[in-house]
Every structure is written in structure tokens, then in C-alpha cells.
């Protein structure tokens, strides 16, 4: 079975400063792993996936998560926080589960962006 | 812009009113979902469609009924609703349900859903 958890419901920065949101899985696959970021009354944005090819994945908006294995981890992080970084984001996992890989979401990490 | 849209953004209706949420994919994908989210719950599948066959219904209440008339497109036709129904609407689409073996084929592209209001 697969399981995500995110270990931070809310993280404040400022801007300029690095971004780091925590995420840890657990899976008895070898699993894909995703990053989604959602603005207020908006959809879910894939912002990076993990596939096996690399373990540092880099994605849209100067994002980038590194798969550890051993730690199962999936960190988010970015260098500089912009204001318009300020979102929900959701660490997500994929498994087979009834014939499909499912989709598992954690809980979602509310990131706020100060001036 | 995803390439997932989803009308209409925003609906209000009385418990005993029914409508129906539209979906529309321009990826060419065969897998579609409907996700339920919640204030305060994480994010609940509803439904699966592969190649417009149900695959999955996730101990959905029958106030909720989906259509896919083909694979471009989903609905979710709603009746006799209740206040706790309220929430956004999340379609979703993929490749195909992760079973090519392709590394992509199972990331999931969201619109930007539907904010539903029951009265």
C-alpha cells in the first residue's frame, strides 16, 4: 500500500528566502512521485514527477524535489520565494492499486509568502 | 492552461435542483477522473473512466451519476443534492491508467474545477 505524508500544514517565508516543504512516502513499489501546487480557486498544477531517471527532479517555476530513498523522502524546495509562489502544495504518490495506478495525496502544505 | 477545462467555474443550486458538470480534454488522453475537494479533507477520488468504461467508483452516494461519452469528455450529473455535497470539482486526465509501462502515462492533468454550492 502506498501512504504520503506531508510534514508541515502551514510554512511561512519570506521573500527571497529558500523554500523547503517536507514530504515522506511509503510504498511497496517502486514509486512515481509527484509534486502538485494549487492557487486559490484553482485546479491542481503538476509542478514535477519523479520517474526513476534522475533522482533530483527539476520542475516549473524554479522548483526542484530530490528523491532519498533511504530517508523516503521527497523534499520540495526552491532557492527564493516569490510572492506569487504563495499556494497550497500537495505531495502526491502512484501506485497500482485495483488494476490502475492511484494517485495518494497527502494533506497538502500551505506555503505563505511574506514581503 | 492544462488542456483540461471544465464548466460551469462556479454553481449554486437548491437540494432539489439538477445539473450537470461538464469536462473536456484536448490531450488525446484515454483515462478520466473526478475528484472531490473538501475544506479541511484531502482530496477524494470519485470516479474513473478508461476508453469511457467506469473503472472505478469510489463508494460514490447515487446523487452523484457520471456520463463519458467518449473519452474527450466527462460529466457529472447531480440530483437531489445535500449542503455537505458543497465543494470543488476536480476533473482530471491521463495517457491511459498507468498500465503502458510509459513513465508519464499516469500523471494526471487537472482542470480547474467546478466550485458547487448546495443550498
Known amino acids: 500500500a502506498q501512504s504520503v505524508t506531508q510534514l508541515d500544514s502551514h510554512v511561512s517565508v519570506s521573500e527571497g528566502t529558500p523554500v523547503l516543504l517536507r514530504c515522506n512516502y511509503s510504498s511497496s513499489y517502486s514509486p512515481s512521485l509527484f509534486w502538485y501546487v494549487q492557487h486559490p480557486n484553482k485546479g491542481l498544477q503538476l509542478l514535477l514527477k519523479?520517474?526513476?531517471?534522475?533522482?533530483l527532479v527539476k520542475g516549473i517555476n524554479g522548483f526542484e524535489a530530490e528523491f532519498k530513498k533511504s530517508e523516503t523522502s521527497f523534499h520540495l524546495t526552491k532557492p527564493s520565494a516569490h510572492m506569487s509562489d504563495a499556494a497550497e502544495y500537495f505531495c502526491?504518490?502512484?501506485?497500482?492499486?485495483?488494476?490502475?495506478?492511484?494517485?495518494?495525496f497527502g494533506a497538502g502544505t500551505r506555503l505563505a509568502v511574506h514581503p | 492552461e492544462t488542456g483540461v477545462t471544465q464548466t460551469p467555474r462556479h454553481l449554486v443550486m437548491g437540494m432539489t435542483n439538477k445539473k450537470s458538470l461538464k469536462c473536456e480534454q484536448h490531450?488525446?488522453?484515454?483515462?478520466m477522473y473526478w475528484y472531490k475537494q473538501s475544506a479541511k479533507k484531502p482530496l477524494e477520488l470519485m470516479f474513473v473512466?478508461?476508453?469511457?468504461?467506469?473503472?472505478e467508483n469510489n463508494s460514490v452516494p447515487s446523487r452523484f451519476s457520471p456520463e463519458c461519452p467518449n473519452s474527450s469528455h466527462l460529466f457529472l450529473h447531480l440530483h437531489t443534492l445535500q449542503p455537505e455535497d458543497s465543494a470543488l470539482y476536480l476533473c482530471?486526465?491521463?495517457?491511459?491508467?498507468?498500465?503502458?509501462?510509459?513513465?508519464?502515462?499516469?500523471?494526471?492533468?487537472f482542470g480547474p474545477g467546478t466550485r458547487l454550492t448546495v443550498l
Open positions: 482530471a486526465s491521463s495517457q491511459d491508467l498507468g498500465t503502458s509501462g510509459g513513465a508519464w502515462a499516469d500523471t494526471q492533468y
Open positions: 519523479y520517474t526513476s531517471a534522475a533522482t
Open positions: 502526491v504518490v502512484s501506485g497500482p492499486s485495483g488494476g490502475y495506478n492511484k494517485l495518494i
Open positions: 473512466y478508461n476508453f469511457k468504461e467506469q473503472t
Open positions: 490531450l488525446g488522453h484515454n483515462a
